[in-house]
Nanobody, 122 residues
Framework: VQLQASGGGLVQTGGSLKLSCTAS????????MGWFRQAPGKEREFVAA????????YASDSVKGRFSCSRDNAKNTVYLQMNNLKPEDTAIYYC????????????????WGQGTLVTVSS
């Protein structure tokens, strides 16, 4: 499975961005998909994920209420809508996928995409 993320960029505090991640190769719509991020000098952390049905979502406390995951299985694509962005959201964002559902993805996803940089200016 190959994951290609896009949509990063520079945005002001309070602004919005929408990241996309498209899966290719040995894809399966029953994989959970989600996002991690790594800020400069910090460890990579889980951000949000969505089940293969799209019914279940989970977000970390730091982004809950501001970020949301959605997916379009016809396009093998997952999205991360980021609203009310803050400077502390500045990071490289990575998409990930796992057949074991959200619980598997949160702790050790099987597949990773390359990162896309999000910079939030104050």
């Amino acid at each position: 499975v190959q994951l290609q993320a896009s949509g990063g960029g520079l945005v002001q505090t309070g602004g919005s961005l929408k990241l996309s991640c498209t899966a290719s190769g040995r894809t399966s719509n029953w994989y959970a998909m989600g996002w991690f991020r790594q800020a400069p000098g910090k460890e990579r952390e889980f951000v949000a994920a969505i089940s293969w049905t799209g019914i279940s979502t989970y977000a970390s406390d730091s982004v809950k209420g501001r970020f949301s995951c959605s997916r379009d299985n016809a396009k093998n694509t997952v999205y991360l809508q980021m609203n009310n962005l803050k400077p502390e959201d500045t990071a490289i964002y990575y998409c990930a996928s796992d057949p074991a559902g959200i619980s598997g993805l949160r702790y050790s996803p099987d597949y990773w995409g390359q990162g896309t940089l999000v910079t939030v200016s104050s």
